[in-house]
């Protein structure tokens, strides 16, 4: 898998670890999300900036609470 961020650390791991599907974590890394940020957004805010729909960023912030 190829990410367009160049940055590394533990962060990227935290997302690497979530069970989600590779292209949202991909998309989380390349947006500068960190599961900590994950947590502080809501599900409308994290669907409009990932633009994705509602439910799949449920999915998402429900995989960063485990």
């Known amino acids: 898998m ?3 961020s160049r940055r590394y ?3 990227i ?7 989600i599907a590779d292209g949202l974590k991909e998309a989380l890394v390349n947006s500068g ?4 940020r ?3 957004y809501g ?3 994290l669907a409009s900036v990932l633009k994705i ?7 998402v912030l429900e ?3 485990q």
């Not at 791991?13 to 069970?19: A, G, P, V």
């Not at 729909?53 to 999915?59: F, G, L």
Request: glycine residues 0%; negative net charge; without cysteine.
């Open 2 to 4: 190829a990410f367009v």
């Open 13 to 19: 791991d935290e997302i690497m670890d979530m069970s």
């Open 9 to 11: 650390d533990d962060t």
């Open 33 to 36: 999300f960190t599961r900590k």
């Open 53 to 59: 729909e509602q439910y799949v960023s449920n999915i």
């Open 38 to 40: 994950i947590l502080t």
């Open 63 to 65: 995989a960063a609470k």
């Open 43 to 45: 599900t409308d805010e």
